[in-house]
């Protein structure tokens, strides 16, 4: 239904997504490290993995981001080698792209958990769900068999109809595709048991997003973090 209210409203969206970009601040990915080791116990090597969220664009700092959320969490439980590889404006295919230039860079490079954000550049490409899930389990299958991940968390792609500088009915196709890619990567998680879905957990409204309208806020990083850490733990026994 959504692509057919697309075809009838296309040169309106097209106006409307020019606009926005035009209008939104650029807002700088969070100052601060991108890999270090952090507290004791059993050794947890991390990796955060994928676009501007996992970037913390949104935040000043990487500490208020997601990686310093995740990795504070999980500090008095382990001794956590982490590392942040991720870039603003990244969509899937991308994302790919760089892991292998990393993995090919360092050949004994491998992660015990890998926490990915991606999805929101695919959903405002041209590209399929049906395309875009096919890149999933290609990213999966990297992660898993190159990376030697043990534990997968993949976040959701957000839910786009609640994002405040989105103007309507662009926000409401948005929306509506965002979940449609949901779809195809629940209906892959229901057959794969390799990884977990996770939620941002904090709903996007916007006092708890960032300034742009289009990234997460700190409440909503804290939250993320929080969450990934509580599902690591858990998979770590």
Not at 12 to 28: A, E, Y
Not at 34 to 58: H, K, P, Q, W
Not at 102 to 120: E, I, K, M, Q, R
Request: glycine fraction near 8%; charge should be positive.
């Amino acid at each position: 239904m959504h692509y057919l209210v697309f075809i009838i409203l296309a040169p309106w969206l097209f106006l409307q997504g020019k606009r926005v970009k035009q209008n939104t601040p650029r807002l700088p990915e969070a100052a601060g490290p991108r890999a270090g080791v952090s507290g004791s116990g059993e050794n947890l090597s991390l990796l955060i993995f994928g676009d501007s969220a996992a970037a913390g664009v949104g935040v000043e700092y990487q500490q208020q981001a997601l990686s310093g959320t995740l990795v504070g969490e999980l500090s008095p439980h382990y001794q956590v080698n982490w590392q942040l590889l991720a870039k603003s404006g990244y969509n899937t295919q991308r994302a790919i792209n760089m892991l292998q230039r990393s993995l090919s860079a360092t050949p004994s490079l491998h992660f015990d958990a890998v926490v990915v954000s991606l999805g929101v550049n695919d959903v405002l490409s041209p590209l399929s769900a049906k395309r875009w899930i096919e890149q999933q389990r290609a990213l999966i299958d990297l992660l898993v068999t190159k990376a030697n991940c043990q534990t997968l968390i993949l976040t959701r792609v957000p839910p786009m109809g609640d994002f405040p500088v989105l103007p309507q009915p662009l926000r409401w196709f948005l929306g509506k595709r965002s979940n449609e890619f949901n779809r195809y990567l629940e209906n892959v998680a229901a057959k794969d048991q390799g990884f977990t879905l996770l939620d941002f957990g904090h709903q996007l409204d916007a006092s708890a997003m960032a300034t742009d309208g289009f990234h997460p806020g700190e409440l909503i990083y804290q939250d993320w973090g929080k969450s990934a850490a509580a599902l690591l733990i858990k998979a770590k026994g």
